[in-house]
């Protein structure tokens, strides 16, 4: 059974700073790992998509990589801004799980200016 | 596209009675996803349809709990009768199939309150 482990649960950082977001995962036969960002009273908004053949994919300030064999994604987001702050999410579907995702706890951000 | 819809998008109701909760995937998409979200147990996947067909009902919490997707656009999940222990934010997502499993894309969810 597919585990997903976020750390920190809770992280805040003046703006500006270059952050890392950890996620780890059981189950090395993953199909892929998706990030999402929730903010208060929201839905999740999908950030990046990795497939289990990629090794990292980046949009805009984000950038997430992905290693199977130590069972580890990160999410690392350049010159953070306030606008960052929410719940940053991790989730894995694998081989056992087909398409249902496994989702971390989250880590809640907070970007002060 | 208007993404995923769900309604309604706050429901407060008395112990005992009825809920039922909507959804409209996104067009072309054949996967549909039922997640609850709590404080204490996180995301939780409830149950999910490819191509209106169930295909894995195991997070269903109890019998009070059913889902359907009658058609390719419509999906509803019933709670029969609620309990305060219901209470959470209930969460459609939807995706489209490949060989591989592809990103979902959620809608605002349903904010539930059982008293």
């Known amino acids: 059974k597919q585990e997903v482990t976020q750390i920190p649960a809770a992280l805040s950082v003046p703006e500006g700073e270059n952050l890392v977001l950890n996620c780890s995962f059981t189950?090395?036969?993953?199909?892929?790992l998706q990030w999402f960002r929730q903010d208060p009273g929201k839905g999740l908004t999908s950030l990046l998509l990795i497939q289990s053949s990629q090794r990292e994919q980046t949009s805009g300030r984000l950038n997430a990589s992905l290693d199977k064999s130590s069972g580890r994604s990160t999410l690392y987001i350049a010159a953070s801004q306030p606008g960052d702050s929410a719940t940053y999410l991790c989730?894995?579907?694998?081989?056992?799980?087909?398409?249902?995702?496994?989702f971390g706890e989250g880590t809640q951000l907070t970007v002060n200016p | 596209d208007a993404g995923v819809i769900q309604s309604p998008r706050h429901e407060v109701t008395e112990m005992g009675q009825e809920v039922t909760l909507r959804c409209k995937p996104i067009?072309?998409?054949?996967?549909l996803f039922w997640y609850r979200q709590t404080m204490m147990r996180g995301l939780e996947l409830l149950i999910y349809f490819n191509n209106n067909v169930p295909i894995d009902d195991s997070g269903m919490p109890e019998d009070r709990f059913s889902a359907k997707m009658p058609n390719a656009s419509f999906s509803t999940l019933k709670i029969q009768p609620s309990e305060p222990r219901d209470s959470a934010v209930y969460f459609c997502?939807?995706?489209?199939?490949?060989?591989?499993?592809?990103?979902?894309?959620f809608g605002p969810g349903t904010r539930l309150t059982v008293t």
């Open positions: 989730a894995a579907s694998s081989e056992t799980s087909g398409s249902r995702l496994t």
């Open positions: 189950d090395s036969a993953i199909y892929n």
């Open positions: 997502a939807s995706s489209y199939s490949g060989t591989v499993p592809s990103e979902q894309y």
């Open positions: 067009s072309g998409h054949d996967y």
